[in-house]
């Protein structure tokens, strides 16, 4: 047995179709994303209604989907939201972040 947290989202088809919107919505507001060794960086303006809708989404994204791990640092004039899921799980990140991590566009080698 492992501690490994399940890699599968909870949320019924309808609701997860709501919640790849919601994120949509926000990623746009990206002002740079990049691929680091499987994992997403994105970088947003520090704007308080879009630092609490960042946290909105990962507070709802550890209810269904508790495999992805956020890290969220907050500068002076912005903020940095790391996104990493395991690599099986990789096409959760291109649902959500309309990219695909490094994995997915070369494949196993």
Known sequence: MTDQPIAACSLPGPELMVRIQQWSQVVQRATSREIRGGRIISTYPRDP?????????????????????????????????????????????????????????????
Not at 65 to 85: G, H, N, R, W
């Open 49 to 109: 209604a879009l630092v609490e809708e960042l946290g909105r989404l990962i507070a709802a994204e550890a209810d269904c989907c508790s495999f992805m791990k956020f890290e969220v640092t907050e500068l002076a004039d912005k903020v940095l939201v790391e996104v990493e899921v395991p690599e099986e799980m990789n096409f959760v990140l291109a649902a959500m972040f309309g990219m695909v991590t490094e994995e997915i566009t070369v494949g196993s080698s």
